[in-house]
């Protein structure tokens, strides 16, 4: 098994704290709303949806990702930090055990954030996953990421 690393950052007007609770801690209620056309569901199926918990995203029929399963390990509203893993579901094929998440959401000084993601893919014998490879699994994160954003920016008293 093998680790492949990267990072990525995404910048906004939006605060920080208004973020974190976007796209953590209302995730699974605001996703299936605002990208309904590709997520049917997010419930949870092992915990309490704080760390230790076990989330199952439900796709829409006729996509080519039935779910995916992520395992919950920080939920840090203080230092605005969130830690999971992808540990079950299509995307994984037969190449990777699971990917595991770091995202990090930081003041910048315009008032808005600095989202900071380090993804490290975990991978079966000897894959190495290449940068095409990450790069269809992040333009998915930053399709979601605008989502919420737009969502945000459109009700700007929402977690104010």
Known sequence: MGVNTFTHESTTTIAPTRLFKGLVLDF???VPKLLSHDVKSIEVVEGDGGAGSIKQMNFVEGGPI????????????????????LIEGDVLGDKLESIAYDVKFEAAGDG???????????TKGDHVVSEEEHNVGKGKAID??????????ANPSVYA
Request: proline share 0%.
């Open 28 to 30: 699974d209620s605001l």
């Open 66 to 85: 039935k779910y995916l399963k992520h395992k919950i390990h920080v939920i840090d509203d203080k230092n605005l930090e969130t830690k999971y893993s």
């Open 112 to 122: 808005g954030c600095v989202c900071k993601t380090t993804t490290e893919y975990h």
């Open 144 to 153: 979601l990421f605008k989502a919420i954003e737009a969502y945000l920016l």
